[in-house]
């Protein structure tokens, strides 16, 4: 810089700030024509605008997206609610108004003006919410002596309905009034304070495609609120309509085999990922949220101890328990510590180190290889293949197996599960891993934890010779000019490598617990198809050492958790489906029959279908 | 060390001035606000809090040399950067993006103090090279770096208004100080350029369609364009003489959105009509007259530039805010200077007159 010089002619910049101000009354000049065409030329006409009438925005709510099961049937719909408004500075004189409208609609007058009173101050000629959700008699009485009613207005808003009460409620979830949280977020952009969005389930899940474009339009009104004219309106786009990946009957089905019980079951197609039904029990009615319900109702959805607000089969982890014998078996043949001949004396125990650990049968099941070990849930054959495998050996497997993450499904917050390793205690709990630990883990005991959708992707992968397939929810979505703007497609999200005589040895393994003259799950055995599985039996807390107290002694809660995790096979198609009853005591007389009814009706309708019979014994 | 040519020097003028434009501001405020609750009153106070602080901070930034900022200005324009930094991180949302860094009880919006590092360090680097022919490309790598740095984090909040006033400033900077012909040319292309690109790919969707529904209101009759239909029609309505203070309907009525900070020319307009808002748009053009020639009678080249660089600023926030009003241009959210209610933008632009006020107080002295 020293070849610049160092100041500069003053003269120069002078020069240059005579135009700059030259510039800027030029600017000035134009901001002065401006104001003189709105305010002396265009003035009356802006005045007259102004002074007579006053412009409005009236709002168009989009209709939200309806939703349907895979084959069109309706599960949630929208129904008209008329909502009363007052327009304050319409409805003048005030009191009188708001007397006539209590002798119209037998509505107390301390009613109205209390809600008057508490409700937020907003500009006189905006409409103002008296009550909501009117219903037709009120409807007709103000609508007959609307002349006599200035100010009063009826606004019609659509509100959903679950067709269904119950049905599907944790898949399809429900709709709630935003909160200040979300009206934060930049998820909910352009959304105001008493909007209705999803909050749960399919609703929120899939809220960008059900929600629709709010339109409005910008009217005259006249001294008395009514359109004179109509400048502009932004039609409302609705919302896609939404095809579910489930069959209304099989949902209706699971539910009703849930009855009564508390667990969750999903069926799912094993070679697209898509749900078939998935149930929670205890199950909510959705139109309470909707209608809004009073204290009683709320606290008994929030405090009832077996949890209707979960959905258990993507929320509630649970040890996996015998089920879990498959990721074992894989793990133990595919790295060589057994192969499929290896076999082992079960006297109804084993001893490692200094502790003992039982069989699930206390006779013991003599000796038993592979596939009989998995036919009769053989817990010391399973000890000794997870002895030789070792914690991370089997973790290995198990994650490769989607265990211990999400599945992905889409339906928001999902539990991940948990598949412990060595490097995991030490982290977590600050002590290295006892390898007596290992034992346990090999049954699915221990730390393991798994969701009934993750076991019920597990099973149907081993159906599918190792793929793994996100689960899917929604089929498609359509605008309202029935144009398909989505469609589900299946993911493949991972693979169980292991080779395929692995594989064939597990599923006869699986095979043998249905149909084996042993299997624990012999009582669903069918003819018209085939049926894999496997029961589980999960210990809820370790009893005390030797309390041998007559099982029907044991308090409900100390029962352990019924498993049944499936496919079946017919003509080609497979379904897999997996079944948890919280205290349920054995997979094998409370969870199973569950899979295989459902099983069975999935096939017996495909036939029917296929036939072109009249459906018939379902 | 003490030299009374500076008491003798002080601007009186600028001072009058300002307060004018404040009084006019308070006036404005009581009369948006009438609509509103009490919730809305308290605006009001806070607004004169805001002004007292304004005023301190002003004395703040005439008491020392200004070529104190001379040697600062890479510390300032520094802890700007480091600030917009911090709010993209640390920011509060409000309305969907990320604006405001909170201390205590104080918000502050970092793009706002951005504005003046970017004046400060263009100012020192305009004014140490002296070209006859103007700059060329090459000198104007440099200067161009330091603007698009902040301009790029402010519109990453996004606030495309403010920084589309950090670039205006900046510009405008530049073309004062001369660029040689073939650069300019040559800079021109690369700002259409830049400009289409920016548009594709720059900007958001919502920004986009602001930029529609100027050229079309009646596109979007309940969001933006209903601002501009509704603030033409109170400015309208006002007519010759206007209805009167605390008279406007369209105001009172609450049919004018956000009226207390970005469209509350458009109350006064109704209330005072022609005369009222002929006058305050004079008593602005006056003032921005007043800042160049501040810059002519400043025999320091730092001082000039800095002067031209806090003038430029108030010119543009006046143009865009006025011009957004009355429908002149898309509605970005520019504060109008002194009047709209808001405390880092009012800070600000007191800054700047402090800034005007020392250099013009220090007019006798050369480098």
Redesign the interface.
Known sequence: MGSYPKAIDSGWYKHRLTGAMFCVIGTFLILIIRLFYLQIIEGEEYRRLSENQCIRLQAISAPRGVIYDRSGILLVDNRPSYDLNIVIKDASPLDDTIKKLSQYTNISEKEFKDTLKTSRRVADYKPLLLKKDIDRDMLAAIETHKFDLPGIVIDVKTKREYIYEKSAAHLIGYLGEISAAELKSDQYQGFQGGDYVGKFGVEKSAESMLRGKNGGRQVEVNAKGQVVRVFKTVEAVPGYNIYLTIEHDLQKKAESLLEDKVGGVVVMECDSGKILAMASSPSFDQNLFVRGMNYKQWNDLISNPDRPMENKVVNGEYPPASTYKVITAMAGLEEAVVDEKTSFYCPGYYHYGDRTFRCWKKSGHGRVAVKDALAVSCDVYFYQVGQRLGVDRIAKYAKMAGLGKPTGIQLGQEASGLIPTSAWKKKKKGIPWQKGETLSIAIGQGYNLATPLQMCVLFSAVANNGRLYQPLVIEKALDDQDNIVFQAEKKLVGTISVSQKTMDIVKAGLWEVVNGRRGTAKIIAAKEFDIYGKTGTAQVVSRPAGDDSPKKNIKNHLKPHAWFVGYGIKDGQKIAASVMIEHGEHGSSTAAPIVGELIKAYFQKKQVENDYLPITGL | MFDRRLIQNFDKGLLFLTLILCCLGLITLRSALL?G?SLQKILYYKQMVWYGAGFFIMCICFIFDYKTIERWAYLIYGTSISLLVAVLIFGK?GG?SRRWLIFGPVSIQPSEIAKIAVIIVLARYYS?????KGFTIKDLIYPFILTIIPFSLIVRQPDLGTGMVVFLIAATMTL???IEKKSLICLIIFCIVTGCSGWFFLLKDYQKQRVYTFLDP?R???GAG?HI??S?????????TGRGLFQG??NT???LPEQHTDFIFSVL??EW??AG??FI?MI??VL??WG?NI??NC?N?FG?ILS?GVTTMI?WQI?IN??MV?G?MPVVGVPLPLVSYGGSSLITIMICIGILMNVSMRRFA??
Do not use: C, H, N, W
Not at chain 2, 128 to 132: A, L, P, Y
Not at chain 2, 232 to 240: D, Y
């Open positions: 609509a609750g949302i969907g140490k090279i002296v070209k006859q004062f100080t001369k009646a979007d009759p309940l209903y239909i509704q033409k029609i109170a400015i309208g309505a006002g007519m010759g309907t369209q009525l609450a049919f307009a109704e009509g022609f808002s002929f748009i602005y053009m921005i007259i160049l810059a002519y025999r080249s000039t031209v010119f143009f006025l011009g009355m002149l050369t480098d």
